[in-house]
């Protein structure tokens, strides 16, 4: 099911692109960004953004995610939460909203860096062979990023590497009892690919 799905949404995709190649880029107002990081983590992270400014500077969006965090991020993440050989952690759900205020650094290109904020909520499932059960942190999330948009391919296609700012607040856990929390802020490099279509 999920090969048809992106089968059809890549074939929508490209048919989209070969239809109108005669159009202007500012006339392409919505962008569909996926982070390929996510699917080799068994998930899915990306969003769509839509362009609410005449110059195409302001974009606003909504953000998901759902996947499994790697060794690296959880030190970054977590107190008290082991690595993957004995515990199993899960990003189980993300939903945030997305702003985004692109720089016109050069003018004269399409590339330019910007800076954006995601506010939003997710959760955590944490499983761990010491403890009993599987503990649940839900929190909400305020991300502040710093990126770049690299276009390629007629300007429709972009790179965007980001560093992530990652602020968590308002966690509860489901089992009080147990140790894993998550840290009030940490840094995380991200890289996503979009189409603007």
């Known amino acids: 099911m999920k090969k048809l799905i992106l089968l059809s949404a890549s074939l929508f995709?490209?048919?989209?692109?070969?239809?109108?190649?005669?159009d202007t880029l500012k006339d392409r107002d919505l962008r569909i960004e996926v982070e390929p990081a996510s699917f080799f983590l068994r998930?899915?992270?990306?969003?769509?953004?839509?362009?609410?400014?005449?110059?195409?500077?302001?974009?606003?969006?909504?953000?998901?995610?759902?996947?499994d965090v790697p060794d690296p991020l959880r030190e970054v993440l977590f107190t008290n939460v082991g690595q993957s050989d004995t515990t199993d952690v899960r990003l189980g759900f993300e939903l945030a909203l997305n702003a985004r205020y692109r720089f016109k650094l050069f003018p004269s290109r399409e590339s330019n860096p910007y800076v954006g904020v995601i506010l939003g909520w997710e959760y955590f499932d944490i499983s761990q062979p010491s403890n009993l059960g599987v503990n649940r942190l839900s929190t909400f999330i305020f991300t502040p990023y710093l990126g770049y948009e690299l276009y390629?391919?007629?300007?429709?296609?972009?790179?965007?590497?980001?560093?992530r700012g990652i602020a968590y607040f308002g966690s509860k856990s489901s089992l009080e009892n147990r140790p894993e929390s998550l840290k009030s802020f940490g840094l995380l490099p991200q890289i996503g690919i979009g189409i603007r279509l």
Do not use: D
Request: charged share 5%; aromatic share 18%; net charge positive.
């Open 13 to 22: 995709i490209f048919s989209h692109l070969n239809a109108q190649t005669a």
């Open 43 to 67: 998930g899915f992270s990306g969003g769509v953004y839509q362009n609410i400014s005449q110059n195409n500077q302001l974009s606003l969006g909504l953000f998901t995610a759902f996947l």
């Open 152 to 163: 390629f391919y007629k300007r429709l296609l972009y790179l965007n590497p980001q560093l």
